[in-house]
């Protein structure tokens, strides 16, 4: 279910139509309206109000230190990712996340602000913002926005473009833009009193994790050598009296947290065996017999297992659990343990679209609707909440609604069994499609 939501835009502010670089408004708009897809598309926020108030007290801590030419108006807003990929982004205008994967990996609180700070520092230098306008889609973009205004109200508003994605995450950053964040975050750190050198502390990490365990990181944060290099330079150079000391880390709060949130791997096992289970379930997707598939499946539940004994609270590994079942042709069973997750983060978002998929497997249509509404109300631009909810709707005999969904649906996936089935309903419907 990755990459197909629907980014739905409402320009604000004066619009650059003629090719110039979206202003900070639209930034922070862009940035508001992705966040909620890009939170659940990747595990979601992780269930620890501990570990993301740290990590937020952090990341304002450097925040703070922006001189008001850096801050403009930017709404600045972060949270740890229940994902066990390395990875760490900042969409434009603000919202910034780094995953569990990334934090566990880190030693000391200063490791955590230099991430951060890099972070922030693509959010400032506004980089995001210029590779979107550099970027093909963004053409469509502004001819969409364009559209809108003339069809549209008064000056600075335009009405909803759907059916529009936006691929924020593929668009990746140059080599200069990751110097002048490394730099920046550097800066942000020392005026904040952490110790810079967390910031090479983090390159090692990086650099050690990218033995082709870690692509995504290094699609979009490139050359950690070459960095790690730069930016020992320029703290001996520019504070020269830091690097005569002795490195002040601060481990023992971070590592407490670690701890009490269940991150750390000393934890009972904390979400390694949930990672496990994923890798497995994922193989077995992939898996070219049916007979291999099942045995991925089996192991991968067992793993699921032994994850919901070490993570009591937490809704992904019943999550998972039931899509392992389901793969086992295990229905009923797969639903217990999605209402079991449900039950523990009743707005997990993937677990509501998990569970209006198998309600419709199990001709729950009332109980498919319900989920995929609620669904839709966290995150209005996940396609398959539409085509869960159209085809909740289409078997109930609510025919308009339904084929709005469908529609919807079918103007992000267009390939494939799902898309062919909405075409079928769409068709039944007497909804002309192609
Ligand atoms: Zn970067």
């Not at 090719?19 to 659940?40: R, S, T, W, Y």
């Not at 839709?376 to 631009?381: D, E, I, M, R, T």
Request: some cysteine; overall charge negative.
């Amino acid at each position: 279910m990755r990459k197909v939501f629907i980014l739905t835009l409402v320009a604000v502010g004066g619009l650059g139509v003629g090719g110039c670089l979206m202003n900070v408004d639209q930034e922070i708009h862009l940035g508001k309206q992705a966040a909620p897809g890009f939170e659940a598309e990747s595990g979601g926020p992780y269930p620890s109000e501990l570990a993301q108030a740290y990590v937020a007290r952090v990341g304002n801590t450097l925040v703070a230190e922006l001189t008001p030419e850096e801050r403009t108006k930017y709404e600045f807003s972060f949270t740890l990712l229940n994902s066990g990929i390395i990875n760490a982004f900042a969409l434009p205008g603000g919202p910034i996340f780094i995953s569990r994967g990334l934090l566990v990996e880190m030693q000391s609180e200063d490791d955590l602000a230099g991430v951060l700070g890099h972070e922030i520092g693509h959010v400032v230098h506004r980089h995001t913002a210029y590779r979107i306008q550099r970027a093909q889609g963004f053409q469509l973009l502004l001819a969409a926005i364009g559209v809108g205004l003339q069809v549209g109200g008064g000056p600075g508003y335009v009405g909803d473009v759907s059916g529009l994605i936006v691929q924020l995450t593929d668009l990746k950053y140059g080599r200069d833009d990751e110097s002048e964040s490394d730099m920046s975050g550097v800066v942000y750190m020392v005026r904040a009193g952490y110790d810079p050198r967390g910031m090479i502390s983090v390159m090692k990490i990086l650099k050690s994790a990218g033995g082709g365990a870690t692509p995504e990181f290094f699609s979009t944060h490139p050359d950690p050598d070459n960095r790690l290099v730069a930016i020992s330079e320029a703290i001996g150079k520019r504070w020269p009296q830091i690097q005569a000391k002795e490195p002040v880390f601060r481990e023992e709060p971070f590592q407490k947290m670690l701890t009490a949130s269940l991150l750390s791997a000393g934890s009972a096992g904390g979400y390694a065996a949930y990672d496990e289970a994923e890798r497995l379930r994922i193989q077995g997707l992939q898996a070219k017999t049916t007979q291999a598939a099942n045995q991925l499946f089996t192991q991968a539940e067992q793993a699921y297992t032994s994850a919901i004994k070490t993570l009591p609270g937490h809704a992904l590994p019943y999550i998972g659990r039931a899509k392992a079942r389901w793969r086992l042709n295990r229905l009923k069973e797969a639903l217990l343990d999605v209402d079991a997750g449900l039950a523990k983060e009743p707005d997990h978002h993937d677990g509501q679209v998990t569970r209006a998929f198998l309600r419709l497997a199990d001709n729950n249509n009332r109980g498919a609707l319900e989920d995929a509404d609620h669904a839709l109300k966290q995150v209005a631009s996940h396609a398959y909440s539409y085509f869960y909810r159209g085809k909740a709707l289409y078997r109930l005999r609510e025919r308009d609604q339904g084929a709005e969904d469908l529609q919807t649906f079918l103007g992000v996936v267009n390939k494939g069994p799902d898309a062919d089935e909405t075409r079928q309903m769409l068709r039944a419907l007497g909804v002309q499609v192609q």
